[in-house]
Structure formats: C-alpha cells, structure tokens
C-alpha cells in the first residue's frame, strides 16, 4: 500500500516545522563564576589586573577613540560574558550611530558633557557590554556602503538621489 503524494508533502512539511522550531540560533557564550587562568599564568592579583586604560594616547580626529577591555586582552574576563571598552572623544568628534547585534551597551560617561561633542574638552566614557563579543554595525557604512539599491534608500529616508550617492561615495 503506497502513501499518496498529499500524504508525503503533510509528512515533509511536518518534519520541516519540526526542524525549524527545534533549532534556534543562539551566540554561544560560556557563562561561570570563574575562569582558572591557563597553566602558565600565575593564579595572583597580576591575573586580575589590567592596566589597558592607563596613559591612553588619543588621535585627534572625528571618532571617537575606542580601548576595547575584552577575554581576548584580558583573560580574567573568560566565563563571565562581559566586554568593556574606554571611549575618548577629541573635541568636536562623534560616535558614529551604530548598534551591537549580540550584546546591550551602557555608557558612563567620566569626563566631560556627551551631546555630540560640540565642546572644546575632550570627553571620556566607560562602555561595559553584555558579551565577551557584542560585535559592532556601524549604520552610516552598512546603510550607504553596501549595494541597497538607491531607490529604496531615496524612498526611505525622502532625499535626493544626489545625497545618497554623495553619502555612498564617503564609505570606505
């Protein structure tokens, strides 16, 4: 006795629905109280101390300078699912509207007033991150740096072809 083909198609498309929802897309992060440090290390205050944000040198320009703090410059971070980062902005400097896709930032700024920095001072912010890797989007470069074609990008922000293509052509 043969299934009849409406039969394997129901069948398909439940085994299909049953994949999908038994998959997810998760970063994975290994979260523990501690991380003993590797055999080399010594297991002492040094382990659990950075000094990656002393005597932090700051190029004048029009971003931000960032110090990333993360496992991959200081290990005692490994397991506990944090980053941080040490934020100076030059006078005059901007930090380019961007998001994290894998973790959430909280911003304390040390120094300064932070609007965009209209002032002559420079401003200094400390940036801790949900994740050992929040990872960065930058929209100006993902917006207008890519090949979304320019009639959704006029439509959508209701400009001139002249300004995206004048925006399109400052990314890298």
Known sequence: MG?????????LLCLAAFVVLSTHAA???????FAPPPP????????????????????KGAFANVTPVNVGNFP???????????LVYPPGSVNVPH????GTETLFIIEGTLEINKSKKT?????????????????PRTLFGV????????????????I???????QP
Do not use: C, M, W
């Not at 382990?47 to 700051?58: C, D, K, Q």
């Not at 005692?76 to 040490?86: C, K, M, P, R, T």
């Not at 994740?131 to 989007?137: A, I």
């Open 164 to 170: 995206i293509k004048t925006l399109s052509a400052q």
């Open 99 to 102: 998001t994290h896709p894998r």
């Open 76 to 86: 005692a971070l490994s397991g506990l699912g944090v980053s941080n980062a040490l």
């Open 3 to 11: 299934f009849s083909s409406s039969t394997t198609v129901t069948a």
């Open 123 to 139: 401003v200094r912010a400390y940036a801790s991150f949900s994740s050992t890797n929040p990872g960065l989007v930058s929209l």
């Open 40 to 59: 080399d290390k010594k297991l002492d205050g040094q382990f659990f101390t950075s000094i990656l944000l002393r005597n932090i040198n700051v190029d």
């Open 147 to 162: 090949n979304i074609d320019i009639e959704v990008l006029t439509k959508s922000f209701e400009v001139s072809p002249y």
């Open 27 to 33: 970063d994975p992060e290994e979260i523990r109280d």
